[in-house]
């Protein structure tokens, strides 16, 4: 679950530390503490190059073999999302991560570049934990900081990563990839004037609503996020200003879950009589996504949770075929 991200989104400047994918005829070595950083770095043509990921990267499938240098701190197996949430927040009080980093082998691997995140300790290891880790390894390691908060800041990142490893040309071409995407979907919009109100739920108990890039996401697939804050932090709400709301639609996108989870989890929570009186309930529009694929991860598959938004408000009517794998109707 996201608490917070903080103001900036790129920590370094890219001229101070453009680096080549070659160091001196050697290939580069990248640490990707990300699982959007790593989709990114993969989508670059760069897999080859990381030689360190975090255990929540599972994408592409083929990174699997990459050594692992984070852990969860806090098991999570079996926990409601109540018993998650109540954990990390205790955690986060406490002044303690809820992620460990192994710095002596991120300091044998000897990575040139790591990429990270700052002050959030719910979405990834903590900065003080990596810079510490730069520390010991010596002034060769480059850390970059990334924390786009809207969709242009998603794309804008993948720009910024082309500069930084020297694929500018395969960056190019994966944002005009995109954005012709986006524009499919902005096309098939402007044919579809109704425009349903919808509420994103990024965490279940307690009730939480999806912000950062998802309103933009939301209103790119031809609909009316009633709850979110465009670009601005995810953030608790009640049941009943929930009710008060009247979604017309609700997307369930509990942070960090896969679709299958995200369905048990649903089916698992105890709603309030509030829930029963809201239209997109009562009408049967409420539907589950793979939140951690498409939804939460700040990387290229965001535009797959676009198209799977534009699928769930549109129907058959939708264009898009495929992406009925990457949403469930509840």
Known sequence: MVLGWHERWIKVTLPEYALNTKLNGVDMKIASLLPSTTEIICALGLEKELVAITHECDYPPSVESIPKVTWNTIDHTGKSSAEIDRHIREHVHEGS??????????????????????????????????????????????????????????????????????????????????????????????????????????????????????PDMIRLAGAEDILGRPGDLSYNVSWPEISQAAPEVIIVMPCGFHLEETVNEFQRTSLPPEWYDIPAVRVGSVFAVDGSSYFNRPGPRIIDGIEILFKILHGSKSQFTGRESGFQKL
């Open 97 to 214: 991560s809820i992620y460990g980093l192994d710095q002596e082998k991120l300091t044998l691997l000897e990575p040139d570049l790591i990429l990270t995140q700052e002050l959030c300790k719910v979405c990834a290891v903590s900065y003080d934990q990596v810079t510490e880790t730069v520390r010991l390894i010596g002034a060769k390691s480059k850390t970059v900081s990334l924390e786009p908060r809207t969709l242009q800041e998603i794309l804008n990142s993948i720009e910024d990563l082309g500069k930084l490893t020297g694929t500018e040309a395969q960056a190019k071409k994966l944002l005009n990839e995109l954005n012709q995407r986006i524009e499919q979907v902005e096309t098939e919009v402007v044919n579809r004037p109704n425009r349903p109100r919808v509420l994103c739920l990024e965490w279940l108990d307690p009730p939480m609503v999806g912000g950062h890039w998802v």
